[in-house]
């Protein structure tokens, strides 16, 4: 919850990216358009991480490509994007992703990722 229910952003998301070469994340629930927030938040975090070469360990209420819960008959533009992150999970979880180098565009210290949380 403290990563995407709250109000953050890309830079909050780019400075975890930069601090930590793994992170894990626990009880990502199951999501759909009534949480359109928290899926575009998680959607952006799991952009960033995946670009930064960043490893995820992570819990879930489903697969990755359970997790978003769609509207019957209808076309949204997180659907589509959520697709892509469900894809992403799921080569996050390889052995070939996992055998990157972590790639933070620069370096903090974790005590700043810290402040940030607080």
């Not at 400075?15 to 009880?27: C, G, S």
């Not at 009534?34 to 975090?45: D, G, P, Q, T």
């Not at 209420?61 to 589509?80: C, G, M, V």
């Amino acid at each position: 919850e403290e990563l995407c229910s709250q109000a953050r952003g890309a830079s909050d998301y780019i400075m975890i990216a930069r601090a930590f070469h793994t992170i894990i994340v626990r009880n990502i629930p199951n999501l759909s358009l009534e949480r359109l927030s928290e899926v575009k938040r998680l959607i952006v975090l799991i952009d960033i991480l995946y670009d930064h070469k960043v490893k995820l360990i992570c819990s879930a209420a489903a697969s990755p490509f359970e997790l978003f819960i769609r509207p019957k008959n209808t076309a949204h533009d997180e659907a589509f994007a959520f697709d892509r992150t469900a894809s992403r999970l799921q080569e996050m979880q390889s052995e070939e992703y996992k055998k990157q180098i972590h790639s933070p565009p620069d370096t903090i210290d974790g005590n700043e990722f810290i402040e940030l949380i607080r």
